[in-house]
T-cell receptor, first 114, second 110 residues
């Protein structure tokens, strides 16, 4: 519906492993934000990428890292997975470079860490 | 204290009822305010922005009180399809982040 796609839809990993999640932004959007949503909680901001540079970061450790590519798609990488990393990971795209612009969310990747 | 606080509910209301959700935020420097709707196991979707003068979109009315750091959402004539979690969202500017509340769950029943 929004044109934002994410892959994979579901993923199961074990503690200590590394994971890469992918997001394709809506056509014409140049900004991607990533969020973590634990069960029963609201989404928490991880970081935002604008024109391939990090443009803001929430309270997440450095083992959460990201990339944005020239076509504005993005990756979220998480190293040394912990059980508490189990969550729905959402990406959202928007047109300009500030988080306050309307954000369109993708369907999310559900990560389970065992 | 959480940056954005909401009553988690659930609010169980009959079809046709009027229901109101409240939200408070802690940072007085917050600049923009939104309500998002999230259906079970789906992504959040923007319901409406919230303006200082208050704004209405059909059956939905949003209000902002900056002095009290309080945001509200009123839903009139509830429909079964309104059943969802409603997320209060605040943009503060520092760090370029949106801060979400935990959400308020609404169940509209026959």
């Amino acid at each position: 519906e929004t044109g934002v796609t994410q892959s994979p839809t579901h993923l199961i990993k074990t503690r200590g492993q590394q994971v890469t999640l992918r997001c394709s932004s809506q056509s014409g959007h140049n900004t991607v934000s990533w969020y973590q949503q634990a069960l029963g909680q609201g989404p928490q901001f991880i970081f935002q990428y604008y024109r391939e540079e990090e443009n803001g970061r929430g309270n997440f450790p450095p083992r959460f890292s990201g990339l944005q590519f020239p076509n504005y798609s993005s990756e979220l990488n998480v190293n040394a997975l912990e059980l508490d990393d189990s969550a729905l990971y959402l990406c959202a795209s928007s047109l300009v470079g500030t988080v306050s612009d309307t954000q369109y969310f993708g369907p999310g990747t559900r990560l389970t860490v065992l | 204290r959480k940056e954005v606080e909401q009553d988690p509910g659930p609010f169980n209301v009959p079809e046709g009822a009027t229901v109101a959700f409240n939200c408070t935020y802690s940072n007085s420097a917050s600049q923009s305010f939104f309500w998002y709707r999230q259906d079970c196991r789906k992504e959040p979707k923007l319901l409406m922005s919230v303006y200082s003068s208050g704004n209405e979109d059909g059956r939905f009315t949003a209000q902002l009180n900056r002095a009290s750091q309080y945001i509200s959402l009123l839903i009139r004539d509830s429909k079964l399809s309104d059943s969802a979690t409603y997320l209060c969202v605040v943009y503060t500017g520092g760090g370029n982040k949106l801060t979400f509340g935990t959400g308020t769950q609404l169940k509209v029943e026959l």
